[in-house]
Antibody, heavy 119, light 108 residues
Framework: QVQLVQSGAEVEKPGASVKVSCKAS????????ITWVRQAPGQGLEWMGW????????DSAQKFQGRVTMTTDTSTSIVYMELSSLRSDDTAVYYC????????????WGQGTLVTVSS | EIVMTQSPATLSVSPGERATLSCRAS??????LAWYQQKPGQAPRLLIY???TRATGIPARFSGSGSGTEFTLTISSLQSEDFTVYYC??????????FGQGTRLEIK
């Protein structure tokens, strides 16, 4: 069965970076892109960006450009999302999700990774 | 950027009754619209894509309709597990992908 398993919770200081992983299983890894969506406490969903697991192409929301780096390791079926220059308002649950083929909706989601930014 | 607006923010309905949730796009998204359900402490779950196609395993009481800028998610006979938060998402014009702010469905 399709599974996306994310790394555990992180606590970081302002100005630091965090790297979250998302390990995929149960399907052909390079056939589906992976997107990242975050959710601040009590808030809605915010799209951050997407990576092609086939060729590594990325797209990201303008507000994260220059701060977010997404990479893919086809040998381990893991996608990474690194967010730098962390601020307190980056405190959120970060989700990876599988993008459906050439469309841009998401059929399987990881369990989420809580990133807390606090001094 | 396409802005997605959901209404109402909170909807109170009795179990067994019908719930109608609305989502409006700031410009046409054709039928490139998905609905998700999110329960507390869980990841979102895909309910509907293409505005009206139920995802795998989604019960028939969930239905979607609409095109262009106006969309509706209908839950025909509410079960206890349906009382949670619902989000719409457009995927017509990106980046960025955009979500509505959510509708909380609560027990009346």
């Amino acid at each position: 069965q399709v599974q996306l398993v994310q790394s555990g919770a992180e606590v970081e200081k302002p100005g630091a970076s965090v790297k979250v992983s998302c390990k995929a299983s149960g399907y052909t890894f390079t056939s589906y892109g992976i997107t990242w969506v975050r959710q601040a406490p009590g808030q809605g969903l915010e799209w951050m960006g997407w990576i092609s697991t086939y060729n590594g192409d990325t797209d990201s929301a303008q507000k994260f450009q220059g701060r977010v780096t997404m990479t893919t390791d086809t040998s381990t079926s893991i996608v990474y999302m690194e967010l730098s220059s962390l601020r307190s308002d980056d405190t959120a649950v970060y989700y990876c999700a599988r993008r459906v083929s050439s469309f841009y909706y998401f059929d399987y989601w990881g369990q989420g990774t809580l990133v807390t930014v606090s001094s | 950027e396409i802005v997605m607006t959901q209404s109402p923010a909170t909807l109170s309905v009795s179990p067994g009754e019908r719930a109608t949730l609305s989502c409006r796009a700031s410009q046409s998204v054709s039928i490139n619209l998905a609905w998700y359900q999110q329960k507390p402490g869980q990841a979102p779950r895909l309910l509907i894509y293409g505005a009206s196609t139920r995802a795998t395993g989604i019960p028939a009481r969930f239905s979607g309709s609409g095109s262009g800028t106006e969309f509706t998610l209908t839950i025909s006979s509410l079960q206890s597990e349906d009382f949670t938060v619902y989000y719409c998402q457009q995927y017509s014009n990106w980046p960025p992908i955009t979500f509505g702010q959510g509708t909380r469905l609560e027990i009346k």
